[in-house]
């Protein structure tokens, strides 16, 4: 085992935001489906800013885009931890693939929803 010295204040959050950059590249650059909902997020944000009408609005509008891509990247990381545990078919990987998956889709859903309630009745 090593023995680190674990670094703090302003040094572990430079440290912390290069961790969270380099998941965000490794998403974007291993993940179809991150840069679908990335490239869906981009025009949706500004978006969500010009059609909400106050602050709430434009937090549920811009939230649930920002939800649906929270979702995917713990969807991936569990994607990646099971296919990491091995190539083998196993009931138990693939219920928590396919749960991850449908978290993903209700997210989705939820978005979709919040959108369509925020924006019908005013």
């Known amino acids: 085992m090593i023995d ?7 040094t572990r959050l430079v440290r912390a935001c290069g961790t969270s950059l380099k998941g965000l590249a490794g ?9 679908q909902e990335l490239a869906l997020a981009l025009i949706a ?3 969500g800013l010009w059609l909400g009408h106050s602050g709430v609005e434009r ?12 979702v995917e990247l713990i969807n991936s990381a569990i994607e990646a931890v099971v296919d990491r545990s091995g190539l083998e ?9 396919d749960i991850s998956s449908a ?20």
Do not use: N
């Not at 680190?4 to 302003?10: C, D, E, I, N, Q």
């Not at 549920?60 to 939800?67: K, T």
């Open 59 to 70: 937090a549920l509008l811009l939230g649930s885009v920002l939800m649906v891509l929270i």
């Open 89 to 97: 078919h196993h009931e138990l990987a693939a219920l928590a693939k």
């Open 4 to 10: 680190r010295v674990k670094a703090g204040g302003l």
């Open 27 to 35: 998403a974007y650059r291993e993940e179809a489906a991150f840069r």
């Open 103 to 122: 978290a993903v889709l209700m997210s989705l859903l939820m978005c979709a929803l919040v959108w369509v309630l925020v924006l019908l009745y005013r």
């Open 45 to 47: 944000l500004p978006l």
